[in-house]
């Protein structure tokens, strides 16, 4: 059939076929109609490229969209450019591609980074805000929110989508002089460029940022660890540092994290369990690898707890926290307590998490097996135990850990009574464990660092004044 306009109302005057059915032009080779059961027609078009024996299928359009003469024009440019070797229908579709990739990078510019920044915050923040209504603790995502305020936001400023280029964030990891913040800054980096790759995909821009980050420098100086001699000076310093100093005597004892220190509560604490002894229950929203832990309490942290009176002033309410902050908070100003307790013991470059390398350490030393150490540290199996034990090894050992930690407090406290006998003083009774004056609370004076002198702006010829002897 000749394709023409006529031609094509007279075949859209027939009935509807049950198939589909095509009619070829009897002039241009390879032009033809296409008449669905639906009734719709189309122009299509067979060809083949000079040097590929591969036959193609074009539909050129619809019909009454496009006029037949059109459809011809267009079945005519496709079939010259074919036989020039030349595709049309793909430089068509790579130069539609080509569009809709610009068009989605121009989009990508309009959209600021700190819009995406935003978005990331305000669901960090609301998961801290669900971990604290849980009583699980929320430093991790208090420190990136931290990190995300003062080194990510302000590197990028009003960089756009489309014009940033993520290599600046490796730049700004290997810029950081701390292995701890390069570390947790990393962490921000991958948590916030998944944040983007979901919400750019939601958007329907997929974006593609790096996914890993090597980092020059080490995690830090994981190795240190304290002696028997300095983290007896430490323990003596905490003394005169009130509620926040027998809280570094109980991490010291008991060799926790600062973050379950001080949320330790009076409620958790049992002392009259006749089976394990007394010990501290952590929930599993309090630890670091979220499960439950017993903590079993030497006789010396018992007597702690039983020193340590609640806090209650007109201010603070009452709370069931043991080492609870102004107005019943968890404690908070760890940087001030550092510098005080470590000038008052006469140690410097150093952290409280060392106290807890310093436990197992010396109970390694002292012949203790290191999983029963480990257990007191209440890592995760996969993080401490390699191969088939970390998957089997769920014993809880508390009658173990019991004998280690006993042990821990009789060899710290010798040395206590070896420097206190250097300076005259008795030795430590047993029972009391040197809780046997009353507490005072006391507070930590913030150093603060002198300012600089600041050179006065020279005065104009004016109103200059001659100097008087």
Known sequence: MRINKRAIEDLDRQPL????????????AGFGLRRTPKGKIAYVLKYRVRGDVRQRFETLGDWPAMLPDDARAEAEEFRSAASRGRDLAAERDAAAKAERQAALDESRRAIPITELLDGWRAATQAALASRIAAEQTGSYERELLRLEAQILRPSIGATTVGAFDPAQFKTLLASQASASTAGNLRS???????HVSEEMDR???????????????GRGQRWQRYTLDEIARLFIAAGAFGRRGAL????????CRKSEGVRAKRSRIVLDDAVVGPYWLQIGGTTKN?????????????????WLPDRSTRTTPETDL?????????????????????????????????????????????????????????????????GVMAVYQRAEMLALQRQAIERWAELLFAEIDRQGAANGKPQISRETWGFDVPFEEARIRRLVQPRRAVAAAPRSSGSRRRATS
């Open 17 to 28: 076929p049950e198939t589909r059915q095509v009619f070829w032009d009897d002039k241009l």
């Open 188 to 194: 921000l980096i991958l948590r916030f460029s998944a």
């Open 203 to 217: 958007r329907g821009m997929p974006i593609s940022w790096p996914d890993s980050y090597k980092l020059k420098k």
């Open 248 to 255: 570094l005597r109980f991490m010291i004892l008991t060799a």
């Open 290 to 306: 979220r499960q439950e832990h017993r903590v079993p309490l030497s006789p010396a942290a018992v007597a702690l707890l039983r």
């Open 322 to 386: 043991i080492f609870s902050g102004r107005g019943g908070k968890v404690m908070s100003s760890w940087s001030d307590l550092a510098t005080s307790v470590f000038s008052a013991a006469g140690i410097a470059g150093r952290t409280f998490h060392d106290f807890r390398r310093t436990v197992v350490s010396v109970l390694g030393d002292h012949g203790f097996d290191a999983v029963v150490t480990d257990k007191l540290l209440n890592h995760a199996a996969s993080s401490s135990m390699t």
